[in-house]
């Protein structure tokens, strides 16, 4: 098996059923999103054919996190976002975080003894443990 190339298969339109369909009974609903991901495939510069494979390394994690973000758009998150920043900043403040951490995420029920709210330095130990953008988390500090 050495220097033997591993593919992964892109979903083919032949197979039955289609693992883009949400009905799993009849393929009729699935043909528009079937095209739609082979063309999100193509835009990313992948192989789109309906029997095509993908080299595995072609596929790295940022063309698969590029191919999740433009078949499952969370536009949710976008509103939510302007709506903490009244569409006026690319980045929330470190009091807008807070506020949202309170206000949004918090189970109101919880008791404020056990389940203390939100602060400073919570919200910090957050950043500095998720935040990915070097730049960003150091600029909360």
Not at 38 to 49: N, R, T, V
Not at 58 to 87: A, M, V, W
Not at 96 to 107: G, S, T, V, Y
């Amino acid at each position: 098996m050495a220097g033997q190339q591993t593919k992964a298969a892109v979903p083919g339109y032949n197979a039955s059923p289609s693992p883009f369909c949400r009905n799993r009974q009849s393929r009729e609903p699935c043909r528009k999103t079937e095209k739609l991901v082979y063309q999100i495939l193509s835009d990313l510069g992948l192989p789109s054919g309906k029997n095509d494979v993908i080299e595995k390394a072609d596929f790295t994690f940022e063309k698969f996190y590029e191919l999740y973000h433009k078949i499952c758009p969370r536009n949710d998150i976008e509103e939510l976002f302007r709506s903490i920043t009244q569409g006026k900043a690319n980045a929330i403040n470190l009091d807008q975080f807070i506020n949202f951490l309170n206000e949004k995420q918090r189970d109101p029920r919880l008791n404020e003894i056990l389940y203390p709210l939100y602060d400073e330095k919570r919200a910090l130990e957050i950043i500095t443990t998720y935040e990915q953008n070097d730049e960003a988390r150091e600029a909360s500090k």
